[in-house]
């Protein structure tokens, strides 16, 4: 690829300057360098500039970062088109910009999603060779209009009152995301809420654009029947002649948390992510419920989550549909009832969620990556993890053993009682 121009966005600081810069100045590429001094001076800059004289957009930095790059643009993007935004139903133009994903953050989920890894030098070659990778957007829409494009995660409930609540703690650094997660999971708040899934049937093309079958959304009354028990109904008016089209099905229930993920979510703390099996450009998106439950069982989930996300379907508690559009509408009385809404990472306000998913809506400069590969990936990790914790472990041996009798007798029972632990409480 013949890259003339580049337009970077910068907030990673060091690694640009160290790791970024050189790799693009020895392959001949010319770069403007915009250093982000605020919240949305990336949004503002994309809006406010032509962007035709540049081959790509260079996000440097965490999710956060991206997320601003990609609102900006595909919403540029749709004005230019002379779409309106605030139809659910509009379909997205793809921008001719490739947007390149260089990892300087605390997740950095749209990295591992896309490249496998969070280093800044695999993602510098891959922009530097011209890799593409074309990945689905999903547009989230309140009762009020368009809210925000959705590349990563959608949360309703847990994890999007951890970031409310995160945002009022800031002056505790990356620490306030655990806090704030503590204190979540001692409230232990479950929210009535209806969700209607649209599921992508086997023989609807992903390709296609997806129709809304329920014209319930937003308040108009449609006919429905009872099917597969009390909570799951389908459209009538889908008859034998649309039996190709997607099923929709209701869900109703108490929720801790309702997530849809276009990624897998993957990072240093998550070996797989929370949806691993999520596809990024087939035109669907998946969506976890997780009903109310114990704290018990709501850490088993978050505890499967961390170390293994393939097997969270085997909880109880634990509901996974692929869908193309998903209606979230929370059952209140009280304004006080409502958990919170976060959309990649930023809390929004609604009283109700459309979400929908539009096929290969954003370019990257990516490879993608395979199962395989992840596994292949996590089992480097854990070689210097398991490592890592060998020597940690011999070195804490030494120092027990050189002290007196008790210390070397308590070190002998430890491990008997994480045993214990890990018996009754984890599995």
């Known amino acids: 690829i013949d890259l003339h121009d580049t337009l970077i966005l910068d907030k990673g ?11 693009f100045e020895e392959a001949n590429i010319s770069v403007n360098t915009i250093y982000t001094e605020r919240a949305n001076h990336a949004r503002d800059y994309i809006h406010e500039q032509t962007l035709d004289e540049y081959d790509g957009l260079i996000s440097v930095g965490g999710d956060g970062m991206f997320s601003e790059v990609c609102h900006s643009l595909l919403l540029k993007t749709a004005q230019q088109n002379g779409l309106n935004i605030n139809d659910p139903n509009t379909h997205l133009k793809r921008s001719s910009l490739r947007i390149g994903v260089i990892p300087a953050g605390s997740t950095d989920a749209i990295a591992f999603g896309t490249t496998g890894y969070n280093d800044p030098i695999t993602s510098v070659l ?5 890799e593409s990778f074309l990945i689905d957007i999903a547009t989230a829409h309140s009762e009020r209009g368009f809210v925000r494009f959705m ?3 959608f949360a309703y409930g847990f994890f999007g009152n951890i970031i409310e609540q995160s945002d009022h703690w800031r002056f505790f650094g990356p620490l306030r995301y655990s806090l704030a997660g503590f204190v979540q999971f001692i409230r232990n708040k479950s929210y009535h809420t209806e969700v209607t899934i649209t599921q992508a049937s086997e023989k609807c093309s992903a390709k296609a654009p997806v129709e809304n079958h329920d014209e319930n959304v937003f308040g108009n009354s449609v006919k429905r029947r009872e099917i597969f028990g009390k909570n799951v109904e389908v459209d009538e008016r889908i008859n034998s002649e649309k039996s190709s089209l997607p099923l929709q099905i209701k869900r109703e229930d108490y929720y801790k948390t309702i997530n849809c993920l276009n990624m897998p979510c993957r990072c240093e703390d998550s070996k797989y992510g929370m949806s691993p099996s999520v596809h990024l450009n087939d035109g669907s998106f998946d969506l976890i419920l997780v009903k109310r439950s114990w704290r018990l069982g709501f850490f088993r989930f978050l505890h499967r989550v961390a170390n293994d996300g393939r097997q969270i379907e085997e909880l109880s508690n634990v509901e996974r549909y692929r869908a193309t559009e998903v209606v979230i509408r929370p059952i209140v009385t ?20 459309r979400i929908r998913a539009h096929h290969q809506a954003l370019n990257l400069f990516a490879s993608g990556i395979h199962p395989d590969q992840i596994k292949k990936i996590n089992e480097e990790e854990s070689k210097i993890i398991h490592k890592s914790i060998m020597e940690k472990f011999c070195s804490i041996t030494n120092t027990l053993t050189a002290g007196s009798w008790r210390s070397a007798l308590l070190f002998c029972f430890l491990p008997f009682l994480f045993f214990l632990c890990y018996r009754f409480f984890l599995l």
């Open 151 to 153: 590349a990563t995660m």
């Open 126 to 130: 891959q922009i530097i060779v011209g």
């Open 13 to 23: 600081g060091s690694v640009y300057e160290e790791q970024v810069l050189p790799l």
């Open 334 to 353: 009280r304004q006080k009832e409502l958990g919170n809404w976060a959309c990649d990472g930023e809390v929004i306000q609604a009283n109700e969620i």
